[in-house]
């Protein structure tokens, strides 16, 4: 198990060394995340990770003298993931290129791309469903429903407890949801709470209200934060963005929606309401990746500018999908109403 700033370690090439790193200081998820890269498609082009998750944990018992124990063993599933291959291509001009020093364009594309490259993982890790979409994996949205730690998941009806709109609610149930937030951090063993940012803003200002501190920290060139005895990372997922021509649309990647409570006449509507994921990051016991054999999880093609023609390719490109062993050690608390 190695997480990607470890895979660089004895790499050779230099340009797919930074492009990695530059992977890692863009997402918390990635610097943090364990990758088992043991796939290998030998003999075709299945590209399937197997591996066994515990459902259900064993059990012990006390036993009277001359009776045997009430057997109760631990449920295991056998499951399997599909590792899936996303990025995108670029590009460039030679004649671009050639005012390189002036406009540095390869390596801004190569920039943008990693962050849209980036911003397609963090969204298919929680909204992901191979159903809808079969290039993609499945999400921890997908994994989730209907678990013993999908908390506030109820359609029967609002919960006004974690209703944090505004300052004055905020305070009211800050006590309240700063336990529920803890029962799921506490129960999934949790190395990060995955948000928005409106949520992480609201998270912050509950503990200030009640007199607890996030804490911020660099690593990798940014700033993170943590709440809580074992510094549990808050993580913003931020956005994601669609294209059409020169319009860009820009919302987050774990969304603020209205959803449908009640059923019949006394059914309703309740607007801006998200969702806060908990996952433990861990290769045995937890949310990891999965990737391919050896260290070739990210891979570039930058242009080849020395090659006749007027306008060169460059790609970036990733290997990969997540898988949870546990399905006790990942966690989701719905319907917090946050505007």
Same mark, same amino acid.
Request: aromatic share 6%.
């Given at each position: ?31 943090? +995340? ?22 259900? !944990? ?14 109760? @063993? ?52 929680? %909204? ?21 730690? @999908? ?59 009640? /007199?607890?501190?996030? @804490? ?30 020169? %319009?860009?649309?820009?919302? !987050? ?10 059923? /019949? ?27 391919? &054999? ?22 970036? @490109?990733?290997?990969? &999908?997540?898988? +949870? ?9 719905? %319907?917090?109403?946050?505007?």
């Amino acid at each position: 198990m190695l997480n990607l700033a470890q895979m660089t370690t004895g790499m050779q090439d230099k340009v797919a060394q930074q492009i990695i790193d530059t992977f890692v200081r863009e997402s918390e998820v990635l610097e943090l +995340l364990p990758f088992d890269n043991a796939v290998n498609p030998t003999g075709g082009s299945t590209l399937v990770y197997g591996y066994v998750q515990e459902k259900v !944990p064993s059990t012990a018992s006390f036993r009277a003298i001359g009776s045997e124990y009430t057997n109760s @063993e631990a449920i295991l599933q056998q499951l399997a993931v599909t590792l899936k291959v996303f990025g995108g291509s670029f590009q460039v001009d030679r004649v671009i290129k050639s005012m390189e020093a002036q406009l540095e364009s390869v390596n801004h594309q190569v920039q943008s791309k990693i962050k849209a490259a980036v911003a397609l993982f963090h969204d298919t890790m929680i %909204n992901g469903d191979s159903a809808t979409n079969p290039l993609s994996f499945d999400g921890l949205n997908k994994m989730l429903v209907g678990t013993n730690t @999908e908390y506030g998941a109820s359609t029967q009806g609002e919960n006004l407890n974690l209703d944090l709109s505004t300052m004055t609610k905020l305070k009211a149930n800050a006590d309240i949801f700063y336990e529920e937030l803890l029962k799921l951090i506490n129960t999934t063993n949790a190395t990060a709470i995955m948000v928005n940012a409106d949520m992480k803003t609201k998270i912050q200002t509950v503990a200030r209200v009640l /007199g607890y501190k996030t @804490e911020s920290e660099e690593a990798f060139g940014r700033v993170v934060t943590t709440i809580g005895e074992n510094k549990v990372r808050i993580i913003d997922l931020k956005n994601k963005y669609s294209v059409n021509g020169e %319009n860009v649309t820009e919302t !987050p990647i774990i969304g603020i929606q209205s959803r449908d409570f009640g059923e /019949g006449s006394s059914k309703t509507t309740v607007t801006g309401l998200t969702d806060i994921y908990a996952a433990k990051f861990d290769g045995y016991d937890g949310l990891l990746g999965v990737t391919v &054999a050896g260290d070739k999880v990210i891979d570039s093609y930058l242009p080849d500018f020395t090659q006749p023609g007027a306008v060169k390719t460059g790609e970036v @490109e990733m290997i990969g &999908a997540v898988a +949870l062993k546990n399905s006790r050690n990942a966690g989701v608390l719905r %319907n917090v109403k946050i505007i």
